[in-house]
């Protein structure tokens, strides 16, 4: 699987350590990294489709300090999608306002129906892009139905129900923003944890420090603003468990990569 890593916080931070510690795991998530540097005014995506440590760009990236409000960040194992750029994380667009939105994610949907148009619309093949697509289309449906923006709590209450539903026998742990909202969800147990620290809240597949770092709340959506949370969605108990199943189904997907 992958490991994702994701930032909210008050004040610019510097995350030059953690994002280190991060990208040295790609000794065994070895087919991309990506990074995305977010604000309300856009945001800077860069990736590339080989080992994180293998990359001279990225070594000569975090030479230089990053220090950003919020931001996400991605090492993938391939599991769905061939090992090439279009398949690496994260992704981003615009809905039909123009708010830009920005995913990472890690897990395998093994069955979701509303999901298979996409494969023809999409730029690559994974998973983790057509969930993305669906959530922007799901968004854009709702603010035409509504006839304007949504407002945060309108478009929290429509994710909720889309992770709720999603979430069912899929693993689904992501992060997503719109520069200004940090949003969370894992469905499988000790497979996110969050620090929180000088006004910030870091997210991470495993612990990236050895400071107090805890386990996510799962089988919920939480939302967190300038560092903090402010709303938590319903539990829906779609606990993800592995099963001898699911893994030989990711066994014959990845054996036709």
């Avoid at 940090?182 to 997210?203: E, P, Q």
């Avoid at 400071?211 to 939302?223: H, I, K």
Wanted: hydrophobic letters at 30%; glycine letters at 6%.
């Amino acid at each position: 699987m992958c490991e994702i890593f994701g930032l909210s916080s008050l004040n610019d931070f510097k995350v030059n350590g953690y994002l280190k510690t991060f990208y040295s795991h790609s000794k065994n998530h070895p087919h991309g990294w990506g990074l995305a540097c977010i604000s309300r005014e856009g945001a800077l995506i860069e990736k590339e489709s080989i080992r994180a440590s293998d990359s001279n760009y990225l070594k000569e990236r975090l030479s230089q300090p990053v220090s950003e409000k919020i931001l996400l960040a991605h090492i993938r194992y391939a599991t769905i999608g061939n090992v090439e750029y279009k398949n690496c994380h994260p992704f981003t667009g615009k809905d039909n306002t123009g708010r830009r939105w920005t995913l990472v994610h890690n897990g395998t949907i093994f069955d979701f129906p509303p999901l298979n148009p996409y494969i023809q619309k999409q730029m690559g093949d994974t998973d983790s892009e057509r969930i993305f697509l669906y959530l922007i289309d799901r968004l854009n449906e709702a603010q035409n139905k509504k006839g304007s923006k949504l407002l945060f709590e309108e478009r929290f209450e429509l994710f909720d129900k889309i992770v709720c539903d999603m979430s069912r026998d899929n693993k689904l742990n992501l992060l997503f923003s719109d520069g200004k909202y940090l949003y969370a969800h894992t469905n499988c147990r000790g497979t996110l944890y969050y620090l929180t620290k000088d006004n910030a809240t870091l997210i991470a597949t495993v612990p990236l420090s050895n400071e107090e770092w805890q386990p996510m709340p799962f089988t919920r959506l939480l939302s967190y603003y300038k560092g903090k949370p402010v709303k938590t969605g319903t539990n829906h108990e779609n606990e993800y468990f592995e099963s001898e199943e699911s893994m030989k189904l990711l066994y014959s997907i990845f054996a036709n990569l």
